[in-house]
């Protein structure tokens, strides 16, 4: 069964100091390793999605790392506006037409950035 | 309209009650799914379409029912709840590629619901 584990639970941060969150992984066959973020009683909003060990992406403050076992989500100098909780999804490659676009969740960790 | 909406954003309703959640995409994409979110747990799968076919019910219990008439639209019919259904509610679309595997999913806003 697909596992994933993020951690810390919360994260609080000053303003312009910088932290990683980490999200480990036991799947079958990774298909895809998604980071989304999710404010407050809305939906969660796509970041990156990441699909072989050694892949990096980055997007303004933000930069998502990938291993075998896990992935990273670097933040640098985070502003009170990156204050969201950060989720960690994967997809099972190996689960070919038994778990249709099936993503597994981790728990999530909240983000908390001070001014 | 853009991305994924739902309806109504919260919804109150005792246990005898009967209601719908209604999502809708503009995103062209040819595959749906209902999630449930919890306090303090992983998001959940519970059904999934594509191309208007439900592929995947998660074990979910028969008093949540879902619908899907088209592939821009999908539905969740509750009857007969229990306050433990309390939840956000949330809807999502992604374009399936016809190998069983999709690309990334793409989220509404949710429906709060508070069962009493």
Redesign the interface.
Known sequence: EDQVTQSPEALRLQEGESSSLNCSYTVSGLRGLFWYRQDPGKGPEFLFTLYSAGEEKEKERLKATLTKKESFLHITAPKPEDSATYLCAVQDGSQFGTSYGKLTFGQGTILTVHP | ETG?T?TPRHLVMGMTNKKSLKCEQHLGHN?M?WYKQSA????E?MF?Y?LEER??NNSVPSRFSPECPNSSHLFLHLHTLQPEDSA?Y?C?S?Q?RG????D???????T?LTVL
């Open positions: 994924v739902q595959a799914y303090k747990k992983p998001l799968l999934v594509s592929v995947e956000l949330l999502a992604s399936d190998t069983g595997l999709t990334t999913q793409y989220f509404g806003p949710g709060r």
